[in-house]
């Protein structure tokens, strides 16, 4: 058996990185895209590896010489690459592809070994793996019958999403017989070539072949198998997170902060949402309008604060929409004169956006990081702050302090001139969470010092609408801040969800009891976990000190390379005491079950 890769290409879409040089040449993580499909070759011991060059073809050739590690590779060479598309490429080499069987492959794939083993072990002569359509994919689309048969190739032109839970994407990786070479697949290309033209897909070989009833060529799926085609610098990019060594693979994932869905089976335990509220009819509607809200442009910062206002029963001169918490975040920080006191372990972004020299630490020194609104007041009583930053329940110990506290503490800092930040994104989470919340007129009002942050990413599970909102009593201090926003700091799908929003509040109160409900649930079969100490929480998440002989970050890697589980590490936040530490979201019941039983499973095999 040989091998035939097709490199010829000149992978425009990846701008630098291919400027003087060939696509497979490009390093993920480090080593060439080439070298690591040439070191699963060799592992098979083929007579030879046949490599179809074009752009910047002779430094490929300098670089990789006439062998790799004893497997012969011969060159053939494409001199009109940029006039041609890859059925030229392969039509260059198929004298070399009706001597004997072989592997056909494109030079831009990275993809896990065992792929190729899957189609040498197969009996089948005549192979295309292929995956399951998901939403990063692109490019030639199959159907497939029960008996894995391949019946039909989908064109662009001819993709329906309506459809796509039938679609297979082929991986690019494929396994013919020197016979279906010679007699069938080689007199196709030549007849289509000739009448067609040389700037096409040797898949539309395949199509017509499919077409005529033919059952020469079958699917193999590749089912969880890793694999990623690099077209560009974001696939490039993602490449790099699914295929990172264990020692780097956590910063490659979290220095993403979101963006997920391109992970579509992987289980996301870091971001907190309410796994929920996206069920409502709500989402229904924000579909519906889809393409007008997408077409128009949103209202400006006057309309946007009179939805905001209706929605969460505040005056308009109170309340400030922003582009997510964040916005609000960064502004508020910023706009701040003064020491911000902080306790710790704690969300961080509020104290990254001030000079560490203006911070005012608390850290508790009760069991599981626990604190009252008493607590707060000895320490910052003796240690004076101007401005006192709570995220109540608290990120990531999941610490509540109840209402009647947490007004107890605005008087408190109202007679020490203090102004009180109170962050409640998670506070809809918390039992009896419709008497828990600060939004009311008359207590901003009774507290003119106080400021109240809220995502809406988080409680009603909308983080892609980027939506938040920050209230207070003290027009001055809100009029100043939305001079420093954009005008058109909400998009139209954030815009369109407040006006509708209303509409939809009781399915919302359904959510958080639901959620509520699973949250107890979750908490006992986390707690059945022998290396896991949970602490109590109000949020959306648990924050568990993992036991020895366990360690956090081992754990997350385990789950994130075993079972396709992303978890937060949280051992290295300041604040903790050196011990190791998890924070664990909340998802729906049947993802808590599957991330609880692969605990178990880790537990059971003893991986730390």
């Not at 069987?101 to 831009?108: A, G, P």
């Not at 104290?351 to 508790?364: D, E, K, S, W």
């Not at 599970?461 to 939305?482: E, H, Y």
Request: hydrophobic fraction near 40%; proline fraction near 5%; charged fraction near 25%.
């Amino acid at each position: 058996m040989q091998a035939i890769i097709l490199a010829a290409g000149m992978g425009k879409r990846l701008g630098e990185y291919t400027r003087n040089n060939t696509k497979c040449m490009v390093p993920v993580n480090g080593t060439p895209l080439i070298d690591r499909m040439l070191k699963h070759l060799s592992a098979l011991h083929l007579g030879r590896i046949v490599i179809v060059v074009g752009y910047e073809g002779h430094k490929l050739m300098e670089y990789l010489g006439p062998d790799y590690q004893g497997t012969p590779i011969e060159y053939v060479e494409n001199p009109i690459y940029d006039k041609t598309n890859n059925i030229y490429s392969l039509a260059l080499a198929k004298e070399k592809m009706q001597e004997d069987d072989t592997l056909l492959l494109e030079s831009d794939l990275i993809f896990d070994p065992r792929m190729l083993q899957l189609l040498i072990d197969n009996e089948a002569p005549n192979l295309a793996l292929v995956a399951k359509y998901e939403t990063w994919m692109d490019g030639t689309m199959v159907r497939i019958d029960d008996e894995n048969n391949i019946v039909d190739f989908i064109t662009k032109a001819a993709f329906d999403y309506r459809h796509v839970d039938e679609y297979y994407k082929t991986v690019n990786i494929y396994k013919f017989s020197r016979s279906f070479a010679c007699h069938k697949y080689i007199p196709f290309l030549e007849a289509y070539t000739k009448a067609v033209g040389n700037n096409e897909y040797y898949e539309n070989v395949l199509r017509i072949i499919s077409f005529l009833n033919s059952h020469d060529l079958k699917a193999l799926p590749v089912g969880d198998l890793r694999w990623y085609e690099i077209d560009d610098k974001q696939d490039l990019d993602i490449a790099e997170a699914l295929f990172a060594e264990d020692g780097d693979v956590i910063r490659k994932y979290y220095g993403r902060y979101g963006g997920f869905w391109r992970f579509p089976k992987m289980l996301d335990y870091c971001y907190l949402v309410n796994p929920y509220f996206g069920e409502s009819r709500i989402v229904d509607e924000l579909e519906a309008n889809f393409r007008t809200l997408l077409a128009e442009y949103p209202s400006g910062m006057k309309v946007n604060t009179l939805l905001a206002s209706k929605c969460w029963g505040v005056s308009e001169d109170y309340v400030i929409p922003g582009n997510g918490a964040a916005e609000l975040i960064k502004v508020l920080m910023e706009h701040l004169p003064g020491t911000l006191g902080i306790t710790r372990p704690t969300f961080e972004e509020y104290p990254n956006r001030r000079p560490q020299n203006t911070l005012v630490t608390f850290i508790p020194q009760k069991e599981d990081y626990r604190y009252t609104a008493d607590d707060l007041m000895a320490f910052f009583g003796a240690h004076p702050a101007e401005n006192l930053l709570l995220i109540n329940p608290d990120n990531p110990s999941g610490n509540f302090i109840p209402m009647k506290d947490i007004l107890r503490l605005a008087a408190w800092c109202e007679e020490a001139g203090t102004r009180l930040i109170v962050d409640e994104s998670f506070v809809d989470f918390s039992v009896g969470y419709a008497g828990n919340t600060l939004l009311h007129d008359s207590i901003l009002e009774a507290y003119p010092h106080l400021v109240v942050m809220k995502s809406i990413s988080k409680s009603y599970g909308v983080p892609g609408l980027r939506l938040g909102i920050l209230c207070s009593s003290d027009r001055q201090l809100v009029a100043s801040m939305k001079k420093e926003v954009s005008i058109w700091n909400i998009n139209s799908f954030a815009e369109f969800f407040m006006q509708i929003f209303n509409k939809y509040e009781k399915d919302y109160q359904k959510a958080c009891d639901r959620f509520i409900a699973e949250r107890n649930d979750f908490e006992q079969k986390l707690r059945s976990i022998p290396f896991l100490h949970v602490m109590p929480s109000q949020a959306n998440y648990f924050l568990c000190e993992v036991l020895p002989p366990f360690h956090a970050r081992s754990i997350v890697i385990k789950l994130l390379r075993k079972y396709n589980i992303l978890t937060r590490d949280c051992s290295d936040k300041s604040g903790f005491d050196g011990k190791q530490y998890m924070r664990l979201a909340v998802r729906n019941h049947a993802d808590n079950t599957r991330l609880v039983e692969a605990l178990k499973g880790l537990g059971k095999e003893g991986m730390i």
